[in-house]
């Protein structure tokens, strides 16, 4: 069953630990979710950023872009890898229309 996450709640979990254990809990691989954060256009920690945080060494945190016109705030995880294209039109005609994003200053 797909989980659905707002991008904020994504973009929190992508940073608070490393892909390869934050894709077992959504029993996808970490390169699935990596390409998930990708499509969705969050922000994910770099190679090395982990490794960096360990030694205690300067690493910046990248912060989440507002959404673009026309993307849903809501992430589907997980769920039916074959779903068709017709499936695909269907759910996302049949969901709410998302707000305006908000300007950045």
Same mark, same amino acid.
């Given at each position: 069953?797909? @989980?659905?996450?707002? *991008? !904020?709640? &994504? ?10 254990? %934050? ?10 979710? #990596?390409?998930? =954060? =990708? *499509? ?7 190679? /090395?950023?982990? #490794? !960096? ?9 990248? $912060?989440?872009?507002?959404? /673009?016109? /026309? ?7 997980? /769920? ?6 017709? @499936? %695909?039109?269907?759910?996302? &005609?049949?969901?709410?229309? $998302? $707000?305006? $994003?908000?300007?950045?200053?």
């Amino acid at each position: 069953m797909a @989980q659905r996450l707002s *991008r !904020q709640e &994504l973009y929190d979990r992508a940073w608070s630990e490393p892909m390869k254990k %934050l894709a077992p809990k959504f029993v996808l691989s970490d390169v699935a979710v #990596a390409k998930i =954060c =990708c *499509r969705a256009d969050l922000p994910v920690p770099e190679r /090395g950023y982990w #490794a !960096q945080l360990r030694a205690e060494k300067m690493v910046m945190k990248r $912060p989440l872009p507002s959404r /673009g016109l /026309g993307m849903s705030d809501m992430v589907s995880i997980g /769920g039916n890898p074959h779903e068709t294209h017709a @499936q %695909l039109v269907s759910r996302i &005609l049949s969901e709410p229309i $998302p $707000p305006v $994003p908000k300007k950045l200053p």
